[in-house]
């Protein structure tokens, strides 16, 4: 089996993560992995709650729990009442949490920036490409 694949992707991804989470760190930003995660999905989902964060994230309910509980203490994310289910709330960030994500935003995309120095926007477009079906295939294997 060949694993020039998995073995650059696994490193890229690895670097990309550390060299954001280092970067953060360097700015005192406090947040974690997860939390970083749940701010990009809150932010970019409309209507969000714990059940779709639950899907989206591939985490257990119980954990969710645990992280939007912390991210409200954090002032990070607040819960108000879902109009369309009693039993649910919606999330969605407070001012703090997007100035935390605007930090990270720029953070990230100073790291991507150099990620594409020596590639032409065809190789960038056929990347794009070859990540999206990857990632379909993964979805449609994981159901």
């Known amino acids: 089996m060949n694993t020039d694949l998995p073995d650059s992707f696994l490193a890229l991804t690895f670097r990309f993560k550390s060299l954001v ?4 760190r360097e700015q005192g ?6 939390e970083i ?3 990009h999905l809150i932010n970019r989902t409309e209507h969000c709650t714990a059940a779709v964060m639950s899907e989206q994230m591939d985490r257990d309910k119980g954990q969710l729990a645990r992280l939007i509980k912390e ?25 703090n949490g997007k100035a935390v994500l605007e930090r990270v935003l720029a953070i ?3 790291i991507i ?6 590639l ?5 477009k ?5 990540a999206a079906i990857m990632s379909a295939n993964l979805s449609a294997s994981h159901s």
Request: hydrophobic share 40%; glycine share 4%; aromatic share 2%.
């Open 21 to 24: 989470l280092k970067a953060i």
């Open 29 to 34: 930003i406090e947040v974690v992995p997860m």
């Open 37 to 39: 995660q749940s701010l």
């Open 71 to 95: 991210m409200i203490s954090k002032g990070l994310i607040e819960k108000t009442k879902n109009p369309n289910d009693t039993r649910s709330h919606l999330l969605s960030l407070t001012n």
């Open 108 to 110: 990230e995309a100073k």
């Open 113 to 118: 920036q150099k990620m594409r120095l020596g």
């Open 120 to 124: 032409t926007p065809e190789q960038i």
């Open 126 to 130: 056929a990347f794009n490409k070859v």
